[in-house]
């Protein structure tokens, strides 16, 4: 039986935010972080993981770490991760636990958006939009900021509409231009907020969810999940319930903590690879170099900690993924590979 200071990390590393969940033994969400990446996510991950132990004290352990999104390499090779998943696995493991008759996730985040189709609990169906930046919460964003409002009041203000103006979505310029149009026009604040919400949801329909066969229960996930005037249009342009779960923003990284859950968690001979928190500490560095060994001239990247190699990707043929092997900056390693006609 594990003790009360015993967690799962579960880490969703994406451009926009850094979310970390902490699982405890009884299946129930801990503690947990959104952070914004702001450009930075080995600096944020570091500072996600001296938060959680300020939190959760010196003396717990971490015996299980799982790692997604778009930066989940990184992620992994830092945190030293048990299991990598993508976010279409992760957003799916979580939402099926929550909820294990859901056969629909809607997510919508600060850079992308996708839509994953469960049937018996198994991803059947998923599409993603990385694209446009018109059916994401960046473009929210922005619109709020150039409107003088806080982001947190934008919904609540789209559901005080009276008459929604109808808004073009399909391209976030057109959609700017259409709404400072509508602007002119007189129309009120929340009437172009709630129309700008209708667009976005019909922008997502038209395009993430083409040709997809929405069923209920149907789970909205992501930042933009807390935004009450998109979950509006969503209930109304499908004409269904949407349930927005109690960790909407961070299911990603609860995805990931129960994969890690399952690696590890449950088998005795199974250590975890968990670096300790005291990596918050630690000092890491990235550094890329350029392959001359053939046309392709890949872009390589190393990970060190304190002067040692950790991990390299980005080579095609994978003759520096191998750690171990000197990179150029190592004296005479160069030559060497030069020698060989790398």
């Known amino acids: 039986m594990l003790g009360d200071d015993k967690y799962f990390l579960g880490v969703d590393v994406g451009s926009v935010s850094t979310n970390m969940v902490l699982l405890g033994q009884d299946n129930t969400v801990k503690e947990s972080l959104y952070l914004r990446t702001q450009g930075r996510p080995m600096q944020i991950i570091q500072e996600g993981i001296r938060l959680l132990r300020s939190k959760i004290g010196e003396s717990a352990e971490i015996i299980g770490v799982g790692t997604t999104g778009s930066a989940r390499q990184l992620a992994a090779t830092l945190l030293g991760a048990d299991v990598i998943k993508n976010e279409i696995t992760a957003h799916a493991v979580a939402a099926s636990r929550v909820n294990p ?3 629909t996730i ?3 985040g600060g850079q992308d958006s996708k839509i994953i189709i469960l049937r018996d609990g198994v991803v059947s169906d998923f599409a993603m939009n990385t694209v446009c930046a018109a059916g994401t919460g960046s473009f929210l964003d922005q619109q709020a900021s150039r409107l003088g409002i806080k982001i947190e009041e934008f919904g609540h203000l789209a559901l005080e509409a009276k008459n929604p103006v109808r808004i073009a979505g399909r391209c976030s310029v057109f959609a700017e231009s259409d709404m400072i149009h509508k602007q002119q026009l007189g129309h009120s604040l929340s009437d172009i907020l709630a129309g700008l919400c209708q667009a976005m949801v019909r922008n997502y ?6 040709n997809k066969e929405i069923r209920g229960p149907i789970f909205f996930q992501g930042g933009v999940a807390a935004n009450p005037g998109i979950c509006k249009a969503f209930e109304e342009e499908l004409g269904q319930s949407i349930i927005v779960p109690e960790n909407y923003n961070v299911m990603g990284a609860l995805g990931a903590a129960y994969l890690a859950q399952e690696k590890v968690g449950l088998r005795q001979n199974i250590q975890t690879q968990f670096r300790g928190l005291n990596l918050g500490d630690t000092q890491f560095q990235a550094t890329s170099f350029d392959c001359k060994g053939c046309a392709n001239r890949c872009e390589v990247v190393e990970i060190t900690q304190d002067g040692k190699s950790l991990a390299r990707w980005g080579d095609r043929c994978g003759k ?9 900056g190592t004296r005479g390693a160069e030559t060497k590979e030069e020698q060989r006609g790398a």
């Open 101 to 103: 008759q859901v056969q």
């Open 106 to 108: 809607l997510e919508i």
């Open 205 to 210: 329909l038209n395009n993430v969810g083409k």
């Open 320 to 328: 520096w993924s191998v750690v171990g092997v000197p990179s150029p």
